[in-house]
Each structure stands twice: as structure tokens, then as C-alpha cells.
């Protein structure tokens, strides 16, 4: 309804406000938005425009308005702007009625659509107009069909007689007769064939395109290797040169600069920074500067640990975070005997704890009686040897519990893998507990010790000992042997091996054997099956006296470089073809049941093995004694020598008989209040040995990373640790670990950040320490100054030695000094005379000496003076 | 020393010999190697293997060292080259027949 433009005829105007009173339509007083229209009489009009002629508002549309035919206009207020003025001027009659009537006709419209329905019924309600013709129906007439004639009727009727009578079909052939068919014969349609005359095409030149193809020969890759050789000369060649005189000409004119070159480096390192050497021995007080051993776990277990103590303890030398601890009763010899039936039914053990676990142990082994010493094999770890109280010596074979062990480390909790037919009546019921394995093998009790073997150790793979005691070379590369000692005087050596005596009878019993399945009682590995029970010692060495009758009784031996440090696990003393045997074999593990012990004259000697050994006793004393066999030509029985020294230093049992790991010759020995350091080779005594503590000493140890540092295990649970760079009167530091004695100590290397210490005491109680820095990392040159500090000691010694030689000498000279001082007061006045006599003969002959000798120089005056 | 049963029959070998044997018995001398020019070593107080190495590198750096050195300054011309490493020192002193490789640990 609102239109921009206007119809035409309306115009719209705008009325000033004097117009608009003029002709009284003011806005919204006059004319409303109700009631918008006015009439207004033409000449009233005309005379407003003649009157006001220009301003008139009407001048637009004077010639309208004059040409109006009636007399009135029409000016309706137009409130809303739909015209875009205030008003507008209708400017024809009709547009007017339109105007002021439309008021019905909107009001009849605006009423229809209101009422829809209405309106339908007035639709339907008009009535039918007559028709007019257009022409449609001459259309309808065309297109519709009717008979133009009427339909002609045919009738077709048959003879009867051939009614129902058979068809016969018969072939005709079309081309016979002339219409026999009708063919539409295809042509050409002009119509449809155009000839283009023209036609838009591009055009592009190329070059000449060939296509051609080549195959080449497929050859396979292949590997080829070149090999070469540097040129060297033959000797004959070498020889020629060496004998030219270009040649000697050349060296001579060089040497010197050498030389000079080379005492330069020999007088000083001119590349060494001596400020950062500086720095690097005092870095060490600033950081990390607690120095004390930090509890890192302890494990105890109350059912297998209450009421006993740990004798021993050893590292598991692969697995990481595995320990044994050897558990043994707290009684004594007296109380032994007493409760020895009680004894027999708790069976003795050996716990092996894992790390991940600390409140069950992972593994027991089953002893026979207490263990006090024992140890891994070093070449294979699955084996243990354990020397007991009884004197037996016991071999272990762990092999099918290795799994759970590692397992263990590794996840944590229990797991007990599924090859664990230790106990395969048992299995269901102990699945929680843990394993316990038997031992395969022990020792007959009639040919081993007569006393608890305090301790054992594997011999190292490079050498083996022979029946005579002769050190022989080792085919086999691992450890095969071991030695014990106990109280009752002895060191045995033993081999694992099956003694060759049994061999023919062994292949005589081979087919029984394999016929009737092994007997494994117990889930017992049938490695050491060979010695169960008849094991006996290779060779038995016996320490004598060497003044009086009677023997030592060794508690702890060492041997010399040639043993293994399980610890550390190097072997030291062994050439690159050695240890590289070993390595080798180490691989396969060997098959213990197969060795056999062979002949001593397969084998070769060896003669730089050191066969001396120190053993430390029962009463304190240190012996050094040497372990061969020597034969007794008027028996032919092999006894052993007298040892050739004897040192008595501690007050009380020899503990620890320990050699450090960075000295093959230093020896560390504790016993009593003290402990003392010995070197191989010198005889006069120890190089060091520490002033009386207030407490028992009762265990040591090296350090395995630090060459000065050593660590002593008080009977009050303390640990003293002694860096011997630092401080040699005291410790340099003491810490309490537990309140009760100190059993055994044992460090261990995990890895280069982590040093772990693993100390046992006599309530059976296993701590373990880790290492702090300052103690487990050496000083710069500290191998170096401890040799040194060791040398100086052995000088020390052995100027003391030569002092004590001296004086003693003295001693002597001096007494004879005095005897024969006694003897001259007899004959004193004789000589007084006889001196007075001789003085006057010599000044006698002074005189005439002075008279010639003036007479020859031409001196003397002719008078003959005496002088007197 | 070295006693020869007939007479003086290679008095240059043993002053050879004795020069060398000198320079070796210097305190932290690890060994001598004589090479000659095309770098074949003929004498030796290592092992083959270490010998041949030790002379066809050092053989290549002596070159490259002396044409370094002559490039400097065609005038001038290496006499001594030592190396220093982390262990040993390397001496090599070229000639124009003959090199001589000494090595020595300094710092022992």
C-alpha cells in the first residue's frame, strides 16, 4: 500500500502553516488522520494564487487547478507521508468520488476478507451466463470420430467337412513367387548427407615423434668384498735397509731431536692443568657432603630368622638385588649339644631375599647343619658351595629357581614361575611359600673336616691342583676346585669333578642307569649326583708348628692372585688368552656331571702360580705357608711343610684374612681390639697395624672403589670406617648400625651411582647401607698415594729393622766396651812413667831434627845452642 | 750390545741398532718404528699389525704436514712433528728416504 512514486492524479503538496489557515486545514486540528479530507472551492484557490502569486503554495499546480471542471477540489492530509508531502490534491472528479466513496467499497472489500466463507457463496450463488461460441467447438468436432459410412459386415465361413480335420503346414518359399515379400531395400537419405564446406580447425606442428624401446640386461645384485694387505717388506728387504748408509746417516742426524723431545715429556707434563687437578680434590668436600652410610632396607624374617643369627652373606654375583644370607642358631657349643634334637627337626638355611620383597625371602637352600661359610661359583652362578658345621661341604644347584629370581627383581611380589617342580607332591598346597632346594650334593662326613669349616673358596678357572698338589693348567677355564679350611687343622682342596677311578665303572653301569629313570626324590638337580655323599678332598694340607709341636688351626685363609673376588669379578693375574678362554666357555654352562678329573700327565705344570697362602688361626696368629705337596722321599707320602712364618698380632680369633682389591699383595687381617695390614714379601711384620680399639673388631672388608678406605665391624654394632689417607689413628668416621655384633660385611657395586653396603649382625637381622659419595668415589691419584703410603711402611719396617739390628749391635759393643773398661784400672802408674819417658825422647829428638834441618838451611849461628 | 762372531760385518746395522735402542730405553717410550718413504715400516719394536697401521697413517700425515709447510713457505720444511693426544704422544721425524716414529706415554 505505500507507493514511492505517486498515481497520477494526486499530487502531493506541501502547506505552509499559513496556508493551512487560510484555507483552514491546519495539521491535526482541522484535518485529521480520522478524518483527512477538505474541500476546497476553486476560486478561493485561484485568488490565493493571484494574491500571493510566487510563495503561493498552489503555484505548482496553477494550470491544474484552473483546468479543474469542477468547483471544488480535494486536499487530503496525507498524516502518514505516503505521498512524501503533508497533502495532496486530487486533481480529477473521478479520482475524487473515488476518493470520498472507496470508504464503502474498503469497507465491503476489508468485510469480504474477513468472511472467506462468504465469499464462495457468493460466488456459487452467480448464476450461468450464456455461452459464447469461440470456435472450440469446431476443434471438438475434428478430432472427434464417427462413421463417415456405414460399417461393412463380412462373413467368412468354412466348409464343414474340414471342420476338426488335421493341419498341415508346408513350406513356401518366399522367393519363389514375385510378391512373396515385400522389402524395404535401405538408401542413401539425401537429406542427410551434408558436405561440410567449411570448417575451423587448428593446427599445431611437432617435432617428429619416434617411439622406441630398450631392455636392459637385468643382472642380480651380488656381494663382493675386496680384501687387502699393506705392503711390507721381507726380512731380506728389511735386512738391506737396515745395512744402507742413508739409513745410518738419517738416525744419527735425527736422534737428538728425539731426545730431546722425549726428555722434555719425562720432565714434566706439559698439557696437565695442575689448577683443575686442584679443583677436583676439593670438589668433593662441597657437594654431597654427608658422609654417612644411609639405611637403604633391611630384612629380617620372623619365621626363618627368630632366635639366629647370620654368619654370612654374599652377593648374588649376576642378578641384580638378590642376596644370600647363611642363617645359623645363636647357641653355643653347649647348649648345642644340649638341644640337638631340636636342631635336627629346624632344618638349617640359607635365605636369598630380592629387593623387591623384604618381608619374604625368595629362595631357601637346605643345609645339613648351620652354614657358616659359602659362596657362588664365579663361572656359573647357579651353583653354591657352603662348608658346614659339621664339617661337610655342600653344593647347590639353583639352576631351575634362576627364572623366579630374576623375575622377582624385575616385577616385584611373587611370582612363581611355572618351572618351579621343585616339590611336585607339595605344589599345590605351598604355592605361596617359597622354594626351598636341597642340596645335591654333600660331602662324606668321614673324609671332610673334623670341625666347622669357617671358610671356602673357588678356585679360579686358570689352574687346577693335582692329586700330588702340584699346580696344573685348567682345559676347562671355569672353576672347578675349591678350598676350605676349619679349626681342625686343615686346608683341603676339593674338586667338583668325578674322580677318574669311577669313569671305567661309570661306562659299565651306563646302560643301567639309562634304563631305570634317576631317582629324584626330593626335585634335586642330578648335577653333582657323581659326589653325593663320597665326595672327598683332592689333597689335605696341614699346617705344623713351626717351633713346637702341634698345629695351627686356621679360621680364614687367602690365597694369592690368583683366587676370584667374587665382588669385583675379575680375576687379576691372568694373561688376555686366558680370560679370553673364559669368556668363551663361560657361555654354555657347563655340564658338571660330563667333567671328569683328567690325568696328571695330560696336564702341564704350571710354574708361576704362587702357591703360598696366608691363614689366619684360632690363637691371632697370621701364617704364611705354602699349600704344595711336597713328597717324603723316604715314604713317598706326601706331607706339607712347615710354614715359613708366623706373626702373632691380634689378641683374639683372626676374623677376616681379606685381600684388597686394588693391591694384589696387600692383606688386611682383623682379630682381637686391631687390625693390621700386611704386604706379601715382608717378612718383619705388618706395615700397619691400628692401635687397640674399645671394642671388639669383629668383622672387615675392603672397599671395593676406594684403595684407602676399609670398613670394621664392631661387637657394639658400629662401623668404623677408616680411610687411611686421611686418618691413621682412629677412624675416620664411626656410625652405629644396629645394637647388637656385627657378623659379616659385605659392599657391592650396583652401579656407578649406587654402592651398596650389606652389613649382618647377630640378631639376624640383614641391613643394607647404600655408600655416600664421599666414600665410595676415589680421590685423584689415590691408588697412587696408597702404594706409595704402603712403600713408605715397608721402608718404615725395614728401617726400623735395621735399627733394631744396630742397636743391638751397639748394645753388644758397648758391653764389650765396658768389660774391657773394667780390665784397665790394673795398670795405671806403669804407664804413667812410661809416658813421661817416651814425651822426653820424642822432644829429644825434636831438638836434633830442628838443629839438622837449620844447619842445612844455613841458619844455625856457628855457636851450638840447646834450647831448652 | 750386539756380538758379532765374524769380525765387523755390519758396523752400520749396530750403530743403526744402538741409536734406536737408546731412544727406546727412554723412560715411557712405547715404541719405534723406522718407515720408509713409500711407507713400508722396516724396523719395529711393536707388533705387525699396530706397525703397519701406525705407519701408513702417519706416513699420509707427514706428507700432508711437510706440503703444508712448504706451501707456507717453499723455503722452509718440516722437521719434527709432534702429536699429543689424550694417552700417548706421537713423534715423527720426516726425512727425505726414511721416517722415524717414536711413541711415548709422558705422563707416567
Given amino acids: 500500500m505505500q507507493a514511492t512514486g505517486h498515481p497520477n492524479d494526486i499530487l502531493p503538496l506541501t ?53 479543474y471542471p469542477e468547483d471544488e477540489l480535494l486536499l487530503v492530509y496525507d498524516r ?101 515379400f515385400l522389402e524395404c531395400t535401405p538408401y542413401q537419405d539425401k537429406n542427410f548427407s551434408l558436405k561440410q564446406m567449411e570448417r575451423h580447425t587448428g593446427v599445431q606442428t611437432i617435432p617428429n615423434l619416434k617411439s622406441s624401446s630398450t631392455q636392459t640386461q637385468w643382472t642380480y645384485p651380488r656381494s663382493m668384498c675386496t680384501q687387502y694387505e699393506p705392503r711390507e717388506f721381507s726380512k731380506e728387504e728389511k735386512e738391506n735397509c737396515l745395512q744402507s748408509e742413508n739409513l745410518k746417516n738419517f738416525v744419527n742426524s735425527v736422534a737428538s731431536r728425539f731426545e730431546i723431545a722425549i726428555q722434555q715429556n719425562e720432565i714434566m707434563d706439559v698439557f696437565f692443568d695442575d689448577w683443575k687437578a686442584l679443583s677436583e680434590e676439593d670438589s668433593g668436600y662441597g657437594r654431597k657432603a654427608d658422609p654417612h652410610l644411609k639405611e637403604y632396607q633391611s630384612f629380617t624374617d620372623l619365621h626363618f630368622s627368630k632366635d639366629k643369627t647370620i654368619s654370612n652373606i654374599n652377593w648374588h654375583p649376576t642378578i641384580n638385588g638378590v642376596i644370600a644370607v647363611a642363617v645359623t642358631e645363636r647357641l653355643s657349643f653347649e647348649d648345642r649339644i644340649n638341644g640337638s634334637t631340636k636342631l635336627l627337626l629346624n632344618p638349617s638355611l640359607i635365605l636369598f631375599w630380592s629387593f623387591s620383597d623384604p618381608i619374604n625371602p625368595q629362595l631357601l637352600l637346605e643345609c645339613p ?123 683341603m682342596f676339593w674338586d667338583i669333578r668325578a674322580p677318574r677311578v669311577l669313569q671305567t665303572m661309570a661306562d659299565q653301569r651306563k646302560q643301567k642307569v639309562e634304563e631305570k629313570p634317576l631317582e629324584n626324590p ?48 675379575s680375576n687379576a693375574g691372568i694373561d688376555a688368552d686366558r680370560a679370553h678362554l673364559n669368556a668363551e666357555r663361560s657361555e654354555v654352562a657347563p655340564e658338571y656331571a660330563l667333567l671328569r678329573v683328567l690325568s696328571a700327565k695330560q696336564l702341564k705344570p704350571l710354574e708361576d702360580i704362587c702357591t ?98 676399609l670398613f670394621i665391624g664392631k661387637e657394639d654394632g658400629n662401623i668404623d670406617v677408616w680411610d687411611l689417607l686421611e686418618k691413621t689413628h682412629e677412624p675416620s668416621q664411626t656410625q652405629n648400625i644396629t645394637a647388637t655384633q656385627i657378623t659379616c660385611i659385605k659392599p657391592w657395586i650396583v652401579s656407578s651411582k649406587q654402592h651398596l653396603l650389606a652389613v649382618s649382625d647377630y640378631l639376624g637381622t640383614l641391613h643394607i647401607l647404600e655408600i655416600p659419595w664421599t666414600l665410595r668415589s676415589p680421590s685423584s691419584n689415590e691408588k697412587l698415594s696408597m ?66 834441618i837449620l844447619k842445612e838451611m844455613g841458619l844455625l849461628p856457628d855457636t851450638n845452642k840447646v834450647d831448652i | 750390545m750386539w756380538i758379532w762372531p765374524c769380525g765387523n760385518t755390519n758396523p752400520i746395522k749396530a750403530e743403526v741398532e744402538e741409536t734406536l735402542k737408546r731412544i ?82 709422558p705422563s707416567e
Fill in chain 1, 369 to 491: 647343619d648351620d652354614v657358616f661359610s659359602f659362596e657362588f661359583c664365579p663361572s656359573d652362578p647357579n651353583i653354591i658351595v657352603g662348608g658346614c658345621m659339621n664339617g661337610q661341604v655342600v653344593l647347590w644347584d639353583i639352576s631351575t629357581h634362576v627364572e623366579q629370581l630374576q623375575g622377582t627383581r624385575t616385577s616385584g611380589g611373587k611370582n612363581i614361575a611355572a618351572n618351579t617342580n621343585a616339590l611336585q607332591g607339595f605344589e599345590d598346597k605351598r604355592e605361596n611359600e617359597t622354594p626351598v632346594v636341597r642340596y645335591c650334593a654333600v660331602s662324606g662326613i668321614e673324609n671332610g673336616h673334623k670341625a666347622p669349616i669357617t671358610d671356602i673358596q673357588w678356585l679360579p678357572g686358570t689352574f687346577e691342583v693335582s692329586r700330588m698338589g702340584v699346580p696344573m693348567e685348567n682345559r676347562n677355564g671355569i672353576c672347578v676346585q675349591i678350598v676350605t679350611c676349619a679349626p681342625d687343622c686343615c686346608v
Fill in chain 1, 612 to 709: 703360598q697362602l696366608y691363614a689366619g688361626t684360632e690363637d691371632g696368629e697370621l701364617v704364611y705357608t705354602d699349600w704344595k705337596l711336597e713328597k717324603d722321599n723316604d715314604s713317598g707320602r706326601l706331607f706339607s711343610a712347615k710354614p715359613s712364618h708366623r706373626f702373632i698380632i691380634h689378641d683374639g680369633q683372626v676374623n677376616t684374612v681379606r685381600r684388597s682389591p686394588f693391591f694384589k699383595d696387600i692383606i688386611l687381617t682383623v682379630g682381637g681390639w686391631t687390625f693390621a695390614i700386611w704386604k706379601e714379601g715382608v717378612m718383619n711384620g705388618p706395615i700397619i697395624q691400628s692401635s687397640c680399639s674399645q671394642k671388639k673388631c669383629t668383622v672387615g672388608y675392603w672397599s671395593q672403589s676406594r684403595p684407602a678406605v
Fill in chain 1, 80 to 180: 502518514d507521508f505516503i505521498y512524501g508531502s503533508s497533502f495532496y490534491l486530487v486533481l480529477t472528479a473521478d479520482a475524487k468520488d473515488r476518493h470520498l466513496k472507496p470508504v464503502v467499497a474498503l469497507g465491503v472489500e476489508v468485510a469480504l476478507e474477513r468472511e472467506p466463507s462468504e465469499v464462495f457463496a457468493a460466488q456459487k450463488t452467480s448464476e450461468p451466463q450464456p455461452w459464447i461460441s469461440l470456435g472450440s467447438e469446431q476443434e471438438i468436432e475434428e478430432e472427434s470420430v464417427t462413421d463417415s459410412r456405414p460399417r461393412l459386415k463380412y462373413r467368412i465361413s468354412r466348409v464343414r467337412r474340414e471342420f476338426g480335420a488335421p493341419i498341415f503346414f508346408s513350406d513356401r518359399n518366399a522367393m519363389e513367387t514375385k510378391d512373396g
Fill in chain 2, 24 to 105: 727406546q730405553t727412554h723412560k715411557g717410550v712405547i715404541g719405534t718404528i723406522v718407515v720408509n718413504a713409500e711407507g713400508i715400516p722396516i724396523r719395529t719394536t711393536l707388533d705387525n699389525s699396530t706397525t703397519v697401521q701406525y705407519a701408513g697413517l702417519l706416513h699420509q700425515l707427514t706428507m700432508k704436514a711437510r706440503s703444508t709447510v712448504r706451501d707456507l713457505d717453499p723455503q722452509n720444511d718440516l722437521t719434527f712433528l709432534r702429536i699429543r693426544s689424550k694417552k700417548h704422544e706421537i713423534m715423527v721425524a720426516p726425512d727425505k728416504e726414511y721416517l722415524l716414529i717414536v711413541i711415548q706415554n
Fill in chain 1, 787 to 852: 702404594s706409595k703410603y704402603f712403600e713408605k711402611e715397608v721402608d718404615r719396617l725395614v728401617y726400623f729393622e735395621k735399627r733394631r739390628e744396630m742397636r743391638a749391635k751397639e748394645k753388644k759393643d758397648s758391653e764389650a766396651e765396658e768389660l774391657r773398661k773394667k780390665m784397665e784400672p790394673i795398670i795405671p802408674e806403669k804407664q804413667v812413667e812410661q809416658i813421661l819417658e817416651e814425651a822426653m825422647k820424642e822432644y829429644e829428638d825434636y831438638l836434633s831434627l830442628e838443629t839438622v
Fill in chain 1, 522 to 569: 626330593h626335585g634335586v638337580p642330578n648335577t653333582f649326583k657323581h659326589l653325593d655323599l663320597t665326595w672327598k678332598p683332592l689333597i689335605r694340607v696341614s699346617l705344623p708348628k713351626i717351633d713346637t709341636s702341634g698345629e695351627y688351626s686356621p679360621l680364614k685363609i687367602s690365597l694369592r692372585d690368583n683366587t676370584c673376588d667374587n665382588h669385583t669379578g
Fill in chain 1, 15 to 67: 502547506l505552509t502553516s499559513a496556508t493551512q489557515e487560510l484555507f483552514g486545514c491546519r495539521c491535526d486540528e482541522d484535518v485529521t488522520g480520522d478524518n483527512p479530507y477538505k474541500i476546497l472551492r476553486k476560486e478561493d484557490i485561484v485568488q490565493d494564487m493571484r494574491m500571493r502569486a510566487a510563495v503561493s503554495d498552489f503555484s505548482p499546480v496553477k494550470q491544474l487547478v484552473l483546468d
